[in-house]
């Protein structure tokens, strides 16, 4: 009987060993979790202020305008510039002397009258203008610029108003009026005098130049 408890016993004891050696096997084949649980790459979280000025950048709209800047002696340049914003939804700015030019002083057939005299003496074409400064100027990403042709350039009065202004950052569109002269040089001549800016071929309108010449070009530029 003994001999029977004995074997009993044994088996019992061969069985628990097994079973604790199953287990510990199956424990040591586990994958061991890391102690560093950080990721291989990172993720770098920003500080708020940072990530919301770059959401404004990316999201908030363009504030570009554009403005028509014009010199007008007779009303010809006024008429088409007027046409000219009005089509494009722009805002307007007149180049205005602080003299202003008479019907004597543009006749160009007068040996004597004002802009004859100017045109034979440069160092008369410094024509001081009641304002050359425009509100909210750095607002205007294009900017046109209109004149009358005077001896196959621009009206001087302009000159005095480009050189004032920093064109940098902007595209520049000149635009003319004429009785018979082209744009010729004009636009290449106020580059030269203008602080930066990217200029662009110009055009010529005639002194009668009707709505829907001007409406052609400005349907372009667009």
Known sequence: MKKVIIGIVAVIIIAVVGILGY??????????EKENNT????????????????????????????????????????????????????????????????????DWTDNNSRVTKEHEDESLRDIKLKNTKVDTWDSYDTVLIGYPIWWGIAAWPVDTFVKANDF???????????????????GDLLKQEAKGGNWVSGHRFSSGASSSDIKTWTNGLK
């Open 23 to 32: 287990f510990l096997v199956s424990n040591n084949n586990e994958p061991q």
């Open 39 to 106: 990721p291989t790459n990172p993720t770098v979280i920003e500080p708020t202020e940072d990530i919301d000025k770059r959401q404004d950048d990316i999201t908030k709209p363009s504030n570009g305008k554009t403005l028509v800047v014009y010199f007008s002696a007779s009303g010809s340049t006024k008429k088409v510039a007027e046409q000219v914003a009005d089509n494009l939804n722009a805002e307007l700015f007149e180049i205005e002397p602080i003299n202003p030019y008479t019907s004597s002083d543009l």
């Open 168 to 186: 940098n950052g902007k595209t520049v569109i000149p635009f003319c009026t004429s009785a018979s002269s082209g744009l010729g040089q004009s």
